[in-house]
């Protein structure tokens, strides 16, 4: 599920804790399980500074949301119920691969500090 909304970004970003994975930077929130089922929502970011034209921005972005709808499952069947937005902060475009790794470790990490 896409994370949306103003303030739910802005309570991750004041009251979250982040984990770096080069070239990701994850910020999570986690919430309090409402009902039997954990809830997953996840945003991404690219820097304009680093990516001028929106071509690449926007082919970064589409690479990190395939990669965590991949994993996504992962997540939930784990009991995880957060929020996570998830910047890439590279300075220029790396291979799907490596991010795919980078991400994967970044989940691992988050399931260690649930």
């Known amino acids: 599920m896409r994370l949306k909304g103003e303030k739910k970004i802005e309570s991750i970003f004041k009251e979250g804790k982040s984990v770096f994975v080069f070239p990701i930077k994850a910020v999570f929130l986690s919430l309090p399980i409402a009902g039997d089922c954990a809830h997953?929502?996840?945003?991404?970011?690219?820097?304009?500074?680093?990516?001028?034209?929106?071509?690449?921005?926007?082919?970064?972005?589409?690479?990190?949301?395939?990669?965590?709808?991949?994993?996504?499952?992962?997540?939930?069947?784990?009991?995880?119920?957060?929020?996570?937005?998830?910047?890439?902060?590279?300075?220029?475009?790396?291979?799907?691969?490596?991010m795919e790794t980078a991400i994967h470790k970044i989940n691992r990490k988050l399931l260690l500090l649930k």
């Open 40 to 98: 997953f929502s996840f945003g991404v970011s690219v820097s304009k500074r680093n990516f001028k034209r929106a071509v690449d921005r926007n082919r970064i972005k589409r690479q990190l949301r395939e990669i965590i709808f991949k994993q996504e499952k992962n997540i939930i069947e784990n009991g995880l119920d957060t929020s996570i937005m998830y910047i890439y902060v590279g300075k220029e475009l790396l291979e799907f691969s490596i």
